[in-house]
Nanobody, 125 residues
Framework: QVQLVESGGGLVQAGGSLRLSCAAS????????MGWFRQAPGKEREFVGA????????NYADSVKGRFTISRDNAKNTVYLQMNSLKPEDTAVYYC??????????????????WGQGTQVTVSS
């Protein structure tokens, strides 16, 4: 089992940047693919991106490709989401999640067993 805690959210102007962190408990962090999802008010939770167990492969939603970057530090049990060129439509609660089968290409919530509590990102225009 793994527990996830996100941090780094906040209020930023359009065009700005934020870096989210997700700290994981436990000694098996490197055995999970890690994903980031987001949920805006009144909308379904949607896939943002994912990273493989080793960190050498990533997958992104088209809406964030070229602006967001996922990385991980297995020695620190932490995954990051660097968000650049933020837009008002990026406003949402951002969640990290852990997927035990290493399916970093998956873009749905299925298979992600563990979730953080979320961190709010608000982008003003």
């Amino acid at each position: 089992q793994v527990q996830l805690v996100e941090s780094g959210g906040g209020l930023v102007q359009a065009g700005g940047s934020l870096r989210l962190s997700c700290a994981a408990s436990g000694r098996t962090f490197s055995s999970y693919a890690m994903g980031w999802f987001r949920q805006a008010p009144g909308k379904e939770r949607e896939f943002v991106g994912a990273i493989s167990r080793s960190g050498d492969s990533t997958n992104y939603a088209d809406s964030v490709k070229g602006r967001f970057t996922i990385s991980r530090d297995n020695a620190k049990n932490t995954v990051y989401l660097q968000m650049n060129s933020l837009k008002p439509e990026d406003t949402a609660v951002y969640y990290c999640a852990a997927e035990p089968l290493g399916m970093w290409r998956a873009t749905t919530r299925n298979g992600y067993h563990y979730w953080g509590q979320g961190t709010q990102v608000t982008v003003s225009s």
